[in-house]
């Protein structure tokens, strides 16, 4: 298992994904790197990684989004995650602002929080509707065997707009990094009101949901899209 790539160890079990982030192992957008390097350059214990993941109940496994079909991805990836997404955005918005009216002269990591978080939701709502309105067509289109590449791909093979689509992942992933390091990953100081704490679990819960996301789109439904450039 050590030498096996994070990105393919979260894909035969979803739930690894927990273990990987408390130890601060990035399974989406660097999922592609080997456990064992990784271990090396966090100087964390291969050995204790491997045993979490070996003691996690066998039985009672979650979902298997590797051998779900493409359209079953696709629908589950825009009826939840995109949804959360849109539906989350709002709130966290006013929180942010809230927050930062507030607090902003005494804790000023929190002015820049709201305008990081005010980046990422533009980012995201533009990166959702052109996977809805043009890639996920685009995919499903592909499963029919009777289509004509020269019809539906003006822009080259499906790995193009693929791309594009990681490199935002990965615009996006940076952002709610620099998030979490303004915001001590997530902890507000103690004299914090409940709209400030509010907010710090709001955004460490929509970054668990992105990551799993994103992990989702590039390590599964993305690599399985490119096959059909072959």
């Known amino acids: 298992m050590k030498e096996k790539k994070i990105a393919d ?8 994904a927990s273990i990987f982030k408390r130890h601060g192992i990035d399974f ?33 496994k979650e979902k298997n989004y590797d051998k779900m079909s493409i359209n079953a991805l696709i629908n589950h990836i825009i009826k939840t995650h995109h949804k959360y997404v849109k539906e989350t955005i709002p709130t966290i918005k006013d ?8 607090h902003g002269k005494n804790y000023p990591e929190t002015n820049l929080i709201y305008h990081l978080f005010l980046r990422l939701s533009d980012e995201l709502l533009d990166h959702m509707k052109k996977e809805e309105e043009i890639l996920f067509p685009k995919i499903k289109i592909l499963l029919d065997k009777t289509y004509s590449k020269s019809v539906f791909f003006s822009y080259g093979t ?10 935002e992942h990965e615009s996006a992933g ?20 409940n709209t400030y704490r509010a907010l710090y679990n709001s955004l460490k819960e929509f970054q668990d949901d992105l990551h799993i ?15 059909f450039d072959d």
């Not at 929180?95 to 507030?102: E, L, W």
């Not at 499906?158 to 490199?167: A, G, V």
Request: glycine share 4%.
């Open 158 to 167: 499906i790995s193009n707009p693929i791309k594009m689509m990681e490199m």
């Open 174 to 193: 940076k952002i709610l990094k620099e998030i979490a390091e303004l915001s001590n990953n997530y902890i507000p100081p103690p004299s914090a009101c």
């Open 213 to 227: 996301h994103i992990h989702l789109e590039n390590n599964i439904l993305f690599p399985k899209a490119m096959k």
């Open 28 to 60: 989406c957008c660097g999922g592609g790197k080997i456990l064992s390097d990784v271990c090396k350059d966090k100087k964390l214990k291969v050995s204790k990684i491997t045993n979490e993941i070996e003691k996690l109940n066998s039985n009672s």
């Open 9 to 16: 160890i979260v894909t035969a079990d979803i739930r690894t």
């Open 95 to 102: 929180f942010a602002k809230k927050v930062s009216k507030v």
